[in-house]
C-alpha cells in the first residue's frame, strides 16, 4: 500500500548538515518527498507533536531539544512508507541502532538521535496535520 508517513531532522541533524544526507538516502531507496520545509518549532506544536510522551522523564528535554532551533519537516511517500522509513532511521537509541541506519551511522545520543519517524499510519496522520495543517497535495 502507498503510505505517507512524517520525517523531522531534529535541530541537532540540521545543525550538523545532515539534510541532506536524510533526504538523499530517502531519495535513493526510491521514495518521494512530497512536500517539506524548514521550521522553528513552537512549543504548543512541539506538545502535540510529543503528546504520546507528555508523562515520559524525558519529554521536557525532548521539547527543549525540538523547539532549540530549525528543524527540517518533510512528508515522504512510498509503498509500506512507514514501516520502511523507520527502518532506514533506526533504533530510538543509537547505541542499539545498526549502521547503515541514519541513527546507526550519525547518532550518538538518543535525545539528539538526528531524525523522527511516524511509528505508525495513524501516528503519521495525525503528525502529519501538526506538521502541515494546509494539508499535502
Ligand atoms: P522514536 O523517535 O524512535 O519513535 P520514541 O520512543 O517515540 O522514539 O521517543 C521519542 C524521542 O524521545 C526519541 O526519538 C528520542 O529522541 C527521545 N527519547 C526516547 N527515549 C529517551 C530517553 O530515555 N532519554 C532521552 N530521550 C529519549
Ligand atoms: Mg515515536
Known amino acids: 500500500m502507498i503510505e505517507r508517513t512524517l520525517v523531522l531532522v531534529k535541530p541537532s541533524g540540521v545543525a550538523r548538515g545532515l539534510v541532506g544526507e536524510v533526504i538523499s538516502r530517502l531519495e535513493r531507496k526510491g521514495l518521494t518527498i512530497k512536500v517539506a520545509r524548514t521550521l522553528k518549532v513552537a512549543p504548543e506544536t512541539a506538545a502535540e507533536h510529543y503528546a504520546e510522551h507528555k508523562e515520559k522523564s524525558f519529554y521536557g528535554e525532548l521539547v527543549e531539544h525540538i523547539t532549540s532551533a530549525a528543524i527540517f519537516a518533510m512528508v515522504v511517500e512510498g509503498p ?43 501516528s503519521a496522520e495525525r503528525e502529519i496535520g501538526v506538521f502541515f495543517p494546509e494539508g499535502v497535495e
Do not use: F, Q, W
Not at 537509541?93 to 550518538?108: I, K, M, Q, S
Open 80 to 122: 509500506s512508507a512507514v514501516k520502511i522509513v523507520r527502518r532506514m532511521m533506526g533504533a530510538t537509541n543509537p547505541l542499539e541502532a545498526d549502521p547503515g541506519t541514519v541513527r546507526g551511522d550519525y547518532g550518538l545520543d538518543v535525545l539528539r538521535n538526528v531524525v523522527h519517524s511516524s511509528d505508525s499510519l495513524e
